[in-house]
């Protein structure tokens, strides 16, 4: 499934040509029927036949405003799409507008377009020339385009209300799609939301062109950056419900609930843990040959990227300025995170006067730290990253893949594997890679991570863990199983919570997990009423109070902190002993035991003297713990 986009200045015809291409109007809004001007968004479809196969192939197809008022609504959806439908009027020709947008194909890069010189009707009506006048558009249009990636495009004359040439079109598409490759499906779908809305009886429905990987009925999703969790109720694509979506498609994906106010333009879903939103990135930028200013040092600018939409100011790396017409590095800090992977495109404009200065693609997504702007080796760093340096290609891979197998980043890396498994083991031995589950990358169960991203990782567990301490200062620490949850990655947080017990930052003790040298810790007239307690137990060591009559002398609270700390020793729901008697206690069992063979309830009470009551649960117990075994009415050493 493929999509194009369509692109020109405004009034040029991209929406009626839409409709007498696929029989739909994109024009969704009131405003834009009146004003007879896409302001937003518009999407249609159609079905074409495959050039040189057999069968059909269903297109989308996103058109976008032409008026440079709409240029940033223009940028949303133009990004994704696998060929441009370049529409320039035959009696106006190329206007601001038909240069603009030419200049945005070309820095993002989209390899297949059409043009259609559209009104070739209209010719005739203006007296305008016929036939020498199309000619002479069509020579300015070719000198417009040369040197970018539209030129060698086929030109189409076309009428929309006559259909005249409309036919042509259809097959100058095929044609242009069939040279695009497939979109590949790595694994690791995001969908850039170019559009929420609500739909009654459904809920929040959002819509985009599906990258990188696939999305189905029921999948657990992730909205970024905001980290809401959901899943998908349902996908349409073209209005039919389908049971998946695959990389390429126009996606409409129901998700279940989350209130349309929580999601807008610009953010991404995708399979939990996948990617991370960043608000630091580096990246080659280039500037068009005829903007008004270079690009300096602190500038403040707009940022586009896949939908997103952000201000953005920027550090140059290696120059004071970027002049019109030239490239250079520059690390961008963005006001709200967006998702980004190595690779992408965008687009930055100035943001008053409106202007579009140039574009560039991301080379890392998410820089350690801010660079000193002219080190020869970050410079040199960020040349090997635009080559796709191995070792930097499986980071910047991994920074991006999150928690992965070794498998999962050989596949995204797209480097042999015996070269990946080799790099890896070098970049664990510096400690640019973590291994969670094992010692040897390859193994069933291990997980690979980046330095960064453990030490994010481990930093907010421990943290998580050192709250709880101060929160529940009479607990030993948090149960382990909370702890794993906070992760919310199914099997990670195990993972990680071995990792830091086997380097010592953890420390377990019974059920709980706490930093190392944490002690609980009473205050002055908490260790009084502790002491009141413990002297009860040393009166009567054999028949102690009850667990109910602890919690009620000392509060439960203490009396767990003292179960945690080992000084009590429950052995049922209600007896308890000191750990120095529940000790002695076992000794004389085991001994009695070994001299006699077998002991009873009876001659455990007459042993002990005390009740039947503090027997029974102690040697039930020893049955639970395997220390005796039940034969009949009597116990024998297991």
Same mark, same amino acid.
């Given at each position: 499934?493929?999509?194009?986009?369509?692109?020109?200045?405004?009034?040029?015809?991209?929406?009626?040509?839409?409709?007498?291409?696929?029989?739909?109007?994109?024009?969704?809004?009131?405003?834009?029927?009146?004003?007879?001007?896409?302001?937003?968004?518009?999407?249609?479809?159609?079905?074409?036949?495959?050039?040189?196969?057999?069968?059909?192939?269903?297109?989308?197809?996103?058109?976008?405003?032409?008026?440079?008022?709409?240029?940033?609504?223009?940028?949303?959806?133009?990004?994704?799409?696998?060929?441009?439908?370049?529409?320039?009027?035959?009696?106006?020709?190329?206007?601001?507008?038909?240069?603009?947008?030419?200049?945005?194909?070309?820095?993002?890069?989209?390899?297949?377009?059409?043009?259609?010189?559209?009104?070739?009707?209209?010719?005739?009506?203006?007296?305008?020339?016929?036939?020498?006048?199309?000619?002479?558009?069509?020579?300015?249009?070719?000198? @417009?385009?040369?040197?970018?990636?539209?030129?060698?495009?086929?030109?189409?004359?076309?009428?929309?209300?006559?259909?005249?040439?409309?036919?042509?079109?259809?097959?100058?598409?095929?044609?242009?799609?069939?040279?695009?490759?497939?979109?590949?499906?790595?694994?690791?779908?995001?969908?850039?939301?170019?559009?929420?809305?609500?739909?009654?009886?459904?809920?929040?429905?959002?819509?985009?062109?599906?990258?990188?990987?696939?999305?189905?009925?029921?999948?657990?999703?992730?909205?970024?950056?905001?980290?809401?969790?959901?899943?998908?109720?349902?996908?349409?694509?073209?209005?039919?419900?389908?049971?998946?979506?695959?990389?390429?498609?126009?996606? @409409?994906?129901?998700?279940?609930?989350?209130?349309?106010?929580?999601?807008?333009?610009?953010?991404?879903?995708?399979?939990?843990?996948?990617?991370?939103?960043?608000?630091?990135?580096?990246?080659?930028?280039?500037?068009?040959?005829?903007?008004?200013?270079?690009?300096?040092?602190n500038q403040e600018l707009k940022f586009f990227i896949g939908a997103s939409d952000v201000v953005a100011r920027t550090r140059l790396l290696g120059a004071e300025e970027i002049n019109p017409g030239k490239q250079g590095w520059v690390q961008l800090e963005l006001s709200e995170p967006v998702v980004a992977v190595k690779g992408d495109r965008f687009i930055i404009r100035r943001p008053s006067p409106g202007e579009t200065l140039g574009g560039g693609q991301v080379v890392d997504p998410h820089p350690r730290r801010r660079y000193k702007r002219f080190s020869e080796t970050n410079l040199a760093r960020l040349e090997a990253l635009a080559a796709g340096a191995p070792d930097e290609v499986i980071l910047?891979?991994?920074?991006?893949?999150?928690?992965?197998?070794?498998?999962?980043?050989?596949?995204?890396?797209?480097?042999?594997?015996?070269?990946?498994?080799?790099?890896?083991? *070098?970049?664990?031995?510096?400690?640019?890679?973590?291994?969670?589950?094992?010692?040897?990358?390859?193994?069933?169960? @291990?997980?690979?991570?980046?330095?960064?991203?453990?030490?994010?990782?481990?930093?907010?567990?421990?943290?998580?863990?050192?709250?709880?301490?101060?929160?529940?200062?009479?607990?030993?620490?948090?149960?382990?199983?909370?702890?794993?949850?906070?992760?919310?990655?199914?099997?990670?947080?195990?993972?990680?919570?071995?990792?830091?017990?086997?380097?010592?930052?953890?420390?377990?003790?019974?059920?709980?997990?706490?930093?190392?040298?944490?002690?609980?810790?009473?205050?002055?007239?908490?260790?009084?009423?502790?002491?009141?307690?413990? *002297?009860?137990?040393?009166?009567?060591?054999?028949?102690?109070?009850?667990?109910?009559?602890?919690?009620?002398?000392?509060?439960?609270?203490?009396?767990? @902190?003292?179960?945690?700390?080992?000084?009590?020793?429950?052995?049922?729901?209600?007896?308890?002993?000191?750990?120095?008697?529940?000790?002695?206690?076992?000794?004389?069992?085991?001994?009695?035991?070994?001299?006699?063979?077998?002991?009873?309830?009876?001659?455990?009470?007459?042993?002990?003297?005390?009740?039947?009551?503090?027997?029974?649960?102690?040697?039930?117990?020893?049955?639970?713990?395997?220390?005796?075994?039940?034969?009949?009415?009597?116990?024998?050493?297991?």
């Open positions: 499934m493929r999509v194009i986009g369509t692109a020109g200045h405004v009034d040029h015809g991209k929406s009626t040509l839409v409709k007498a291409l696929t029989g739909t109007h994109p024009d969704r809004l009131k405003e834009e029927r009146e004003r007879e001007m896409t302001i937003d968004l518009g999407f249609a479809w159609m079905t074409l036949p495959l050039d040189g196969q057999s069968g059909n192939e269903e297109v989308g197809i996103v058109d976008v405003p032409g008026h440079r008022d709409f240029i940033e609504n223009m940028l949303a959806g133009i990004g994704g799409i696998d060929a441009a439908l370049f529409v320039i009027a035959a009696d106006e020709g190329v206007m601001p507008q038909t240069r603009e947008h030419l200049a945005i194909l070309d820095l993002l890069q989209i390899q297949s377009a059409v043009i259609a010189l559209t009104k070739i009707d209209a010719v005739a009506q203006k007296d305008l020339g016929g036939e020498d006048w199309l000619e002479l558009v069509e020579s300015d249009i070719r000198s @417009a385009a040369a040197g970018t990636v539209l030129e060698g495009a086929p030109v189409v004359r076309v009428s929309s209300l006559s259909r005249e040439g409309i036919p042509e079109l259809m097959t100058a598409i095929s044609r242009a799609l069939a040279k695009r490759p497939a979109r590949p499906d790595k694994g690791r779908p995001r969908l850039p939301v170019d559009r929420v809305f609500s739909m009654p009886g459904f809920g929040t429905v959002v819509t985009g062109t599906l990258l990188d990987g696939s999305l189905k009925a029921g999948d657990e999703i992730e909205v970024l950056p905001s980290g809401i969790h959901t899943r998908v109720r349902g996908i349409q694509s073209h209005r039919h419900k389908e049971t998946s979506a695959v990389p390429g498609s126009r996606t @409409a994906v129901n998700i279940t609930g989350v209130p349309v106010e929580e999601v807008r333009r610009g953010d991404v879903l995708s399979h939990p843990g996948t990617y991370r939103a960043t608000r630091r990135l580096d990246a080659r930028v280039k500037l068009l040959p005829d903007v008004s200013i270079s690009l300096r040092h910047e891979t991994l920074a991006t893949l999150g928690p992965a197998s070794l498998a999962e980043l050989t596949g995204s890396a797209h480097l042999e594997a015996g070269q990946v498994g080799e790099l890896v083991s *070098e970049l664990v031995k510096d400690g640019s890679i973590v291994i969670l589950g094992g010692e040897n990358p390859a193994g069933k169960k @291990a997980i690979l991570l980046t330095g960064e991203t453990w030490r994010g990782i481990s930093s907010s567990l421990l943290t998580q863990v050192q709250e709880y301490q101060e929160r529940y200062p009479l607990k030993m620490g948090i149960p382990p199983q909370e702890l794993k949850a906070k992760l919310k990655q199914p099997g990670l947080g195990s993972l990680a919570v071995d990792r830091l017990l086997r380097d010592g930052e953890l420390v377990e003790n019974g059920k709980a997990l706490h930093l190392p040298g944490h002690r609980v810790s009473f205050t002055p007239e908490q260790e009084r009423s502790v002491r009141i307690l413990l *002297e009860q137990f040393d009166s009567a060591p054999n028949s102690p109070p009850s667990a109910k009559e602890c919690q009620a002398g000392v509060g439960t609270d203490i009396y767990t @902190a003292l179960v945690a700390q080992g000084k009590l020793v429950p052995v049922s729901q209600d007896v308890v002993f000191k750990a120095e008697d529940y000790a002695r206690l076992e000794a004389e069992t085991r001994n009695y035991l070994k001299a006699n063979g077998t002991i009873t309830v009876a001659q455990g009470r007459d042993l002990f003297k005390t009740s039947r009551k503090y027997v029974l649960a102690l040697f039930e117990h020893f049955d639970a713990v395997g220390l005796t075994k039940r034969v009949g009415d009597a116990r024998r050493l297991k």
